[in-house]
T-cell receptor, first 114, second 115 residues
Framework: DQQVKQNSPSLSVQEGRISILNCDYTNSMFDYFLWYKKYPAEGPTFLIS?????DKNEDGRFTVFLNKSAKHLSLHIVPSQPGDSAVYFC?????????????FGTGTRLTVIP | GAVVSQHPSWVICKSGTSVKIECRSL??????MFWYRQFPKQSLMLMAT?????????EQGVEKDKFLINHASLTLSTLTVTSAHPEDSSFYIC???????????FGPGTRLTVL
């Protein structure tokens, strides 16, 4: 039962342009969402998060948008840089779904072309 | 963020053997560690929560007698896959709680291949 879905396994973007990574979820009990970035041979590293009481959180080049009614969130990276090339995972968690149980999507591989 | 290491990074073993995977928190003490598993083209799934000095708690559908977890110190948790079979071939990754709510620091993972 995949409660968090990333339907695009890969995305290619030109350097300097915007990268938009999408994520959908099914469980309305989730109240916190996170994006992780993973380089080869390394573990996922935390990138940015958003609480369900907000619809936008911005940190430098990274912005996460949350649309609760659509159960959809997206990560915007602008401007995209070659060093952003990695696999991006979205994750969801909630007190009522297990505060330590991060539900992950399958990831989207972003390639930023110089 | 915290540094979490895993050993080995990859292992190949014969069916029926047991494999131990270590997860170390290098720069802080972790009373709790998490073990995840990722099958090809699937997402990371939480297997169990390792608690220092007490029994691990397992997620539904995970066999505790097959996946033995020991959290003997504040910096080390081990996952032993007992009597491994080819269907246990997967990517195993551990994590520790992070600095902010819900955040976790992940190790680099261990690729297990059972022949």
């Amino acid at each position: 039962d995949q409660q968090v879905k990333q339907n695009s396994p890969s995305l290619s973007v030109q350097e300097g342009r915007i990268s938009i990574l999408n994520c959908d979820y099914t469980n309305s009990m989730f109240d916190y969402f996170l994006w992780y970035k993973k380089y080869p041979a390394e573990g996922p590293t935390f990138l940015i998060s958003i609480s369900s009481i907000k619809d936008k959180n911005e940190d430098g080049r990274f912005t996460v948008f949350l649309n609760k009614s659509a159960k959809h969130l997206s990560l915007h990276i602008v401007p995209s840089q070659p060093g952003d090339s990695a696999v991006y995972f979205c994750a969801a968690v909630g007190d009522q779904t297990g505060a330590n149980n991060l539900f992950f999507g399958t990831g989207t591989r972003l390639t930023v072309i110089p | 963020g915290a540094v979490v290491s895993q050993h080995p990074s990859w292992v190949i073993c014969k069916s029926g053997t047991s494999v131990k995977i270590e997860c170390r928190s290098l720069d802080f003490q972790a009373t709790t560690m998490f073990w995840y598993r990722q099958f090809p083209k699937q997402s990371l799934m939480l297997m169990a929560t390792s608690n220092e000095g007490s029994k691990a708690t397992y997620e539904q559908g995970v066999e505790k007698d097959k996946f033995l977890i020991n959290h003997a110190s504040l910096t080390l948790s081990t996952l032993t896959v007992t009597s491994a079979h080819p269907e246990d071939s997967s990517f195993y990754i551990c994590s520790t709680p992070g600095l902010v709510i819900y955040e976790q620091f992940f190790g680099p993972g261990t690729r297990l291949t059972v022949l």
